[in-house]
């Protein structure tokens, strides 16, 4: 009996993780960008004019998103040598398995690199990230699910395309905003040290984008691979 | 077990298959030869599965087209690529093919796919490593680790040295004896006919060209066959 979409997702978000863990290529890839980008921004930064508490979060999510980006690329760009993507689409398991399977790896892929990522922001910046770890890593979670559940789907979109480097930054950008803002907003609140009342509407935000993104993005994905 | 009817396929304005009707039973092994973009490919990934027609009809082991995880849990496909993902291992690549179309003892069954290929003891390299022979190997194992009941090759000799080529020759006669059904596209005429139980020449997306029950030549079907392209070009 052919495995049920969990479980043929488990399979596949297992097997994307054995190959960057053997490649390592674009998690490297990641989280080089996402430091360099934490040491640029430092080094612009004017602590005269700009407080550090205000400048961190806008610097977090802005690394976060655009280091993920790096990750959702090489999504489905595994598939298409070789045309393996057919060992997936010829086997008897929903195609909603297949996208779920990818956004987990992709899941993974961004909180290794958020793991990395956030406290260096801490060390840079000297911002008491540690005194809000919970909140914070609730806030890093939801808003990473939201980010792979709309990159998968246009990484799927934008790997037949001959432009597909380009292609998948300028479909996901726009969607994930929605998902940046109370993420960013969140946080800044959490630094600041604001009432959680001011924090919670964020996150309820981030919750219910996240619900539209991964339910619309799993419907939609049967018809970004159909032929 | 496979039935066609004025089945065909349309990519905009371009016609890739038209009107391809046949029927094939338990054990039956259609070999079907015909020139580079006659529609062979397009009309395999239909039976797979992989695409949908959009003319006529057709069934695959007792599921309509275009079918669904009923139709692809009865097929095993093996196109001209490998299909293969580079870093995992041979074992890894099989035995993942084996979960998904939900075996129980998966790694028994990749290990097993695997010697019937005469992979064994390269089993735990990576795809990468193995050239293309034992690529190509690797491919036919993944494609019947799970027992399918049809089995669709898309120039499944590509690579093969002679070891290879007997050791796939024997596994596919070994299923065909099985009851297996096939479809064989390959440009190496003699070892299609020797295999198959129905031949067909495909031309311009149709069947120009079709015998039953080894009703042919062999000495003389490539005559026919180049005069019948040659004539179509």
Redesign the interface.
Known sequence: MAPSTLGAALLIARKDLAIEFRTRTAFFSAVTFALLGIVIFFFAWDPTAVGAMDLAPGVLWGIFTFAGLLGLQRSFGVEQADRAIDTLLGAPIARESIYLGKAIANFVFVAAVQVIAIPAVALFYNVPLAEHAVALAIIAVLAAIGLVAVGTLFSAMAVNTRLAEMLLPVLSLPFFVPIVIPAAQGTARLLAGRPVDEIIGWLKLLVAFDIVFVAACMLAFPFTIEE | MIATSGLGRRFGGRRAVSDVTFSLGAGDCLALFGPNGAGKTTLL?ML?????PTEGTGEVAGVALPGG??L??A?G?I?H????????SAR??VE??A????MRDARAAAAQALARMQLSHRSDT?VRLLSRGMQQRVTIA?ATVHSPKVVLLDEPFTGLDDSGSAALGAHLAALRAGGTTMVLVTHQIPEGLALATHAAIMRDGTLARMEEGEAWDASSYLTVYRGLVANGA
């Open positions: 990934r797979a599965g992989l695409l949908r995880t009923a692809r849990g097929v496909y196109s690529a490998s299909m293969l993902y580079a870093a995992l890894e690549n993942l093919t979960r998904l179309f939900g990576p993944r």
